[in-house]
């Protein structure tokens, strides 16, 4: 069965300044499709951004970009110039594609002012 | 705003009752997907339906259960309610049956067993 792991439970950082949040995920497939979640404390879950495991170019979304390393099975979200809305828990999910997300634990990030 | 809607927002109710949770998925999306969100365990797959007829099953107690609609909107209904069971539940909506497909989510139910 396919897991994802995020082993950082809490991070926090200061405002402006870039921060990377750890994931890694085990799997068997070639293809699947990684996502990273973002859930503020109103608890909507919100999409930051996706990654197709055929692609070798990491996904970027404005601040946001990941680290894809599809043979360490590592999938890394970076945020970069922080701002204090940034601060939610964030889930790593893993998908076979139109099938179940498989979420780690979440990685609850603060931004101090 | 995703564009899924889920009614109710919050409910409470006690041990032992039958709950209804409604989801309508994005317009257009044909599949709806159900999560449980839990302190203990974390954000679980429960169900998911394609164009009404039921695709997956995940970790869904047999009290559980749920149905697709002909108009794609799903409804999530609990009964024999537990204090374990309050938590918050998810709908999220798709539109491809295979392949890269992104799930949008609503804003939840959030669940009080009492």
């Known amino acids: 069965a396919q897991t994802v792991t995020q082993s950082q439970p809490e991070m926090s950082v200061q405002e402006a300044e870039t921060v990377t949040l750890s994931c890694t995920y085990d799997t068997s497939e070639s293809d699947y499709y990684l996502f990273w979640y973002k859930q503020p404390p109103s608890r909507q879950m919100i999409l930051v951004i996706r990654q197709e495991a055929y692609k070798q170019q990491n996904a970027t979304e404005n601040r946001f970009s990941v680290n894809f390393q599809k043979a360490a099975k590592s999938f890394s979200l970076k945020i970069s110039d922080s701002q204090l809305g940034d601060a939610a828990m964030y889930f790593c999910?893993?998908?076979?594609?139109?099938?179940?997300?498989?979420f780690g634990q979440g990685t609850r990030l603060t931004i101090n002012p | 705003d995703s564009g899924v809607t889920q009614t109710p927002k919050h409910l409470i109710t006690a041990t032992g009752q039958r709950v209804t949770l409604r989801c309508s998925p994005r317009?257009?999306?044909?599949?709806v997907y159900w999560y449980q969100q839990s302190l203990d365990q974390g954000l679980q797959f429960l169900i998911q339906?394609?164009?009404?007829?039921?695709?997956a099953k995940g970790n869904i107690l047999e009290r559980f259960s749920a149905q697709q609609f002909p108009d794609l909107h799903s409804e999530l209904n609990l009964s024999s309610l537990e204090l374990g069971d309050s938590a918050l539940y998810f709908c999220a909506s798709s539109s491809q049956p295979a392949g890269e497909d992104t799930q949008y989510f609503g804003p939840g139910t959030r669940l009080t067993v009492l």
């Open positions: 339906y394609y164009n009404g007829e039921e695709r």
């Open positions: 317009s257009g999306d044909l599949s």
């Open positions: 999910a893993y998908s076979r594609g139109a099938q179940k997300l498989v």
